[in-house]
């Protein structure tokens, strides 16, 4: 009775999710295709000032990059990897700011 009860559980765990998936196809054929969750998160941060300005916000994530003004090149020419914070301004342009020379 015991293992019963088991398959039964995760039967019913397994189909959880087509079930699920069924129910909100059922809903978006009902109220025409608008879904009424809410659209998935964006990478971006969005922060609104007065007046709803749209601004991002500045979030930096190092990223490793070229850098043969700052880091010289090697002696094959190729330029010098260095790590540079990048992220996007008030403006939401992508600006890259140099932090340090790449050590291998």
């Known amino acids: 009775m015991k293992t019963l009860s088991?398959?039964?559980?995760?039967?019913?765990l397994a189909l959880a999710p087509a079930v699920a998936a069924f129910a909100q196809q059922s809903e978006d054929d009902a109220t025409g295709?608008?879904?009424?969750l809410?659209?998935?998160?964006s990478e971006r941060l969005d922060i609104f000032g007065a007046g709803m300005c749209h601004q991002c916000e500045w979030r930096p994530r190092p990223k490793l990059m070229?850098?043969?003004?700052?880091?010289?090149?090697?002696d094959d020419g190729t330029p010098k990897l260095a790590t540079f914070e990048c992220g996007r301004n008030p403006a939401c342009d992508t600006v890259c700011n140099f932090v340090s020379c790449?050590?291998?």
């Open 102 to 104: 790449d050590t291998q």
């Open 33 to 36: 295709g608008i879904s009424k």
């Open 38 to 41: 809410p659209p998935a998160r």
């Open 6 to 12: 088991r398959l039964i559980i995760t039967a019913a």
């Open 66 to 74: 070229a850098a043969a003004d700052q880091c010289g090149r090697q």
